[in-house]
């Protein structure tokens, strides 16, 4: 389990054009050039028969001369990057350029790289790294009175707070909508913040970095929490906490979090929870990322297409996560009402919809059913809906009338 740690510090500013342009310069010589030489050079000493001899005869010559010449050509391509990088690093240290979440295309592109390799941006370019925080009006609000109060003037005793998936961003809550749905039939575009402030909710949307380990992610979660509803402006009567995909794992993550400083070894934010809603969250794990990794390993069996496999395992350790989920070592909190909606592309019957489920997370899964048929959640009360993907329960009507009733 877990410890809960407070935030040491309000979020830092995100990185410039100029920065994303060093990461590329970065990844195209570590990833993209490392992979097209090695499985040229791979190649080369398979068809030529040089990768087991130990001496070369004269008709080997041309073959070694041409192995020669391609690592020349692919060091040179490599100096190149990184002196390239190393400018461009330059000239990001000085503060130019234009800020990566100024446009929404930036935001994006931002929210997918974090995704991807985010654990390695929080260590080798923090700038570009996305900070936990609660999001207003397209900035970060430090969880401090004064900050709140200022963010949220017409805050309610009741909050709601949204936690998005892989990739994602804050953002992801008003832009989503499932139409055309894969049955072809458009349906009309709900938004579940405007849904729950039509129900007396306050809504507080958070962005996160979804390239970090997933128990990372609940440990700061949780902290962010406590710090949140200590400094909420007005006395709270009802929390509430909606996750889409890997955000409902690390809503779970927070709750396995635990306080030595508290009588019931909880976070004060645990004791105040009363609802928790998960949308196609993965909890036994998602098939997309079990493929990955065996097809990583896969690749790795032969030198010429090792580097691809190399590319596969690029993924970030919030991706490995997604394997397998969380299990029975994460109980569901006492007395919090949890629902949990999953989905699948045609209906749940049908082979496609058993098999692929949403196109990401199986419908098992994401009503958290184990193999055996055990509920992780024995109480919780589960919705499925058919001909819906997994960003179609982003902005469904059926969910909104269940947020509804859930949340009346």
């Given at each position: 389990?877990?410890?809960?740690?407070?935030?040491?510090?309000?979020?830092?500013?995100?990185?410039?054009?100029?920065?994303?342009?060093?990461?590329?310069?970065?990844?195209?010589?570590?990833?993209?050039?490392?992979?097209?030489?090695?499985?040229?050079?791979?190649?080369?000493?398979?068809?030529?028969?040089?990768?087991?001899?130990?001496?070369?005869?004269?008709?080997?010559?041309?073959?070694?001369?041409?192995?020669?010449?391609?690592?020349?050509?692919?060091?040179?391509?490599?100096?190149?990057?990184?002196?390239?990088?190393?400018?461009?690093?330059?000239?990001?240290?000085?503060?130019?350029?234009?800020?990566?979440?100024?446009?929404?295309?930036?935001?994006?592109?931002?929210?997918?790289?974090?995704?991807?390799?985010?654990?390695?941006?929080?260590?080798?370019?923090?700038?570009?790294?996305?900070?936990?925080?609660?999001?207003?009006?397209?900035?970060?609000?430090?969880?401090?009175?004064?900050?709140?109060?200022?963010?949220?003037?017409?805050?309610?005793?009741?909050?709601?707070?949204?936690?998005?998936?892989?990739?994602?961003?804050?953002?992801?809550?008003?832009?989503?909508?499932?139409?055309?749905?894969?049955?072809?039939?458009?349906?009309?575009?709900?938004?579940?913040?405007?849904?729950?402030?039509?129900?007396?909710?306050?809504?507080?949307?958070?962005?996160?970095?979804?390239?970090?380990?997933?128990?990372?992610?609940?440990?700061?979660?949780?902290?962010?929490?406590?710090?949140?509803?200590?400094?909420?402006?007005?006395?709270?009567?009802?929390?509430?906490?909606?996750?889409?995909?890997?955000?409902?794992?690390?809503?779970?993550?927070?709750?396995?979090?635990?306080?030595?400083?508290?009588?019931?070894?909880?976070?004060?934010?645990?004791?105040?929870?009363?609802?928790?809603?998960?949308?196609?969250?993965?909890?036994?794990?998602?098939?997309?990322?079990?493929?990955?990794?065996?097809?990583?390993?896969?690749?790795?069996?032969?030198?010429?297409?090792?580097?691809?496999?190399?590319?596969?395992?690029?993924?970030?350790?919030?991706?490995?996560?997604?394997?397998?989920?969380?299990?029975?070592?994460?109980?569901?909190?006492?007395?919090?009402?949890?629902?949990?909606?999953?989905?699948?592309?045609?209906?749940?019957?049908?082979?496609?919809?058993?098999?692929?489920?949403?196109?990401?997370?199986?419908?098992r899964s994401a009503q958290a059913v184990d193999r055996a048929g055990r509920r992780l959640f024995p109480g919780a009360e589960t919705v499925h809906l058919d001909h819906t993907d997994h960003f179609g329960v982003l902005a469904h009507p059926e969910v909104a009338a269940h947020l509804r009733r859930w949340l009346a």
């Open positions: 389990m877990s410890t809960a740690t407070a935030p040491a510090a309000p979020p830092a500013p995100g990185g410039t054009v100029i920065d994303a342009l060093g990461l590329l310069a970065e990844v195209g010589e570590e990833l993209v050039l490392a992979t097209v030489r090695d499985t040229h050079l791979a190649i080369a000493q398979r068809a030529h028969g040089l990768a087991t001899r130990g001496t070369l005869g004269l008709g080997a010559l041309p073959q070694a001369a041409h192995l020669g010449i391609a690592r020349g050509v692919y060091a040179g391509i490599g100096l190149g990057l990184r002196g390239a990088g190393r400018g461009l690093d330059r000239v990001a240290a000085t503060g130019h350029g234009p800020a990566l979440d100024a446009t929404r295309g930036g935001r994006l592109a931002t929210a997918a790289v974090n995704g991807l390799i985010g654990d390695r941006l929080a260590e080798r370019r923090p700038e570009l790294a996305i900070p936990l925080a609660v999001r207003v009006g397209g900035r970060d609000v430090w969880p401090d009175a004064d900050e709140l109060a200022a963010a949220f003037p017409a805050a309610g005793p009741r909050v709601a707070v949204l936690v998005h998936g892989l990739c994602e961003d804050d953002e992801v809550w008003g832009d989503a909508a499932p139409a055309p749905a894969p049955d072809g039939v458009a349906r009309p575009r709900v938004r579940y913040p405007e849904v729950l402030r039509a129900l007396g909710w306050t809504v507080v949307v958070l962005r996160l970095n979804t390239g970090l380990p997933v128990r990372e992610n609940g440990a700061a979660l949780s902290a962010l929490l406590d710090r949140l509803l200590a400094h909420w402006p007005v006395p709270l009567e009802r929390f509430a906490l909606i996750g889409h995909s890997m955000g409902g794992l690390v809503i779970r993550a927070a709750s396995a979090v635990r306080d030595p400083a508290r009588p019931d070894g909880l976070p004060a934010w645990a004791g105040r929870v009363g609802d928790v809603v998960t949308l196609a969250t993965p909890h036994h794990g998602a098939p997309l990322a079990w493929g990955v990794g065996h097809g990583s390993r896969a690749l790795a069996r032969l030198p010429e297409t090792a580097a691809f496999g190399r590319i596969l395992d690029w993924r970030s350790r919030g991706v490995h996560d997604l394997v397998v989920g969380l299990g029975e070592e994460v109980p569901p909190l006492p007395g919090v009402s949890y629902r949990l909606v999953s989905a699948c592309l045609t209906t749940r019957r049908h082979p496609v919809g058993h098999a692929l489920g949403d196109l990401l997370v199986r419908t």
